[in-house]
């Protein structure tokens, strides 16, 4: 092993450690927003294993997506008017 190639190979460890890192957090995000669509359609009445508890699933997902793309469009206008 060359001397040279040792900064670099710490460097690229690093990132993999970092990128590991970020990709677990995703999925215990993941995993906090399936619990949250869980518990609003099993308090909306609709329970696991019902035909409609998937499509409300999914429903949430969207709702809760729209909601974060319509917070950062409000954002960005508000930075651009300013």
């Not at 190639?5 to 990709?23: F, H």
């Given at each position: 092993?060359l001397l ?5 190979r710490l460097t ?8 590991s890192?970020?990709?677990s ?10 619990e949250e669509?869980?518990?609003?359609c099993?308090s909306?009445?609709i329970?696991p ?6 499509p409300?699933?999914l ?7 729209e909601?974060?793309q319509?917070?950062?469009d ?6 651009h008017?300013?």
């Amino acid at each position: 092993m060359l001397l040279t190639d040792r900064p670099r190979r710490l460097t690229l460890m690093a990132a993999a450690l970092a990128s590991s890192a970020l990709l677990s957090a995703c999925d215990t995000l993941d995993e906090w927003s399936a619990e949250e669509y869980q518990h609003k359609c099993e308090s909306l009445g609709i329970h696991p294993g019902s035909p409609s508890y998937e499509p409300c699933i999914l429903q949430q997902q969207k709702l809760d997506e729209e909601g974060i793309q319509h917070s950062m469009d409000r954002a960005a206008q508000q930075k651009h008017h300013k």
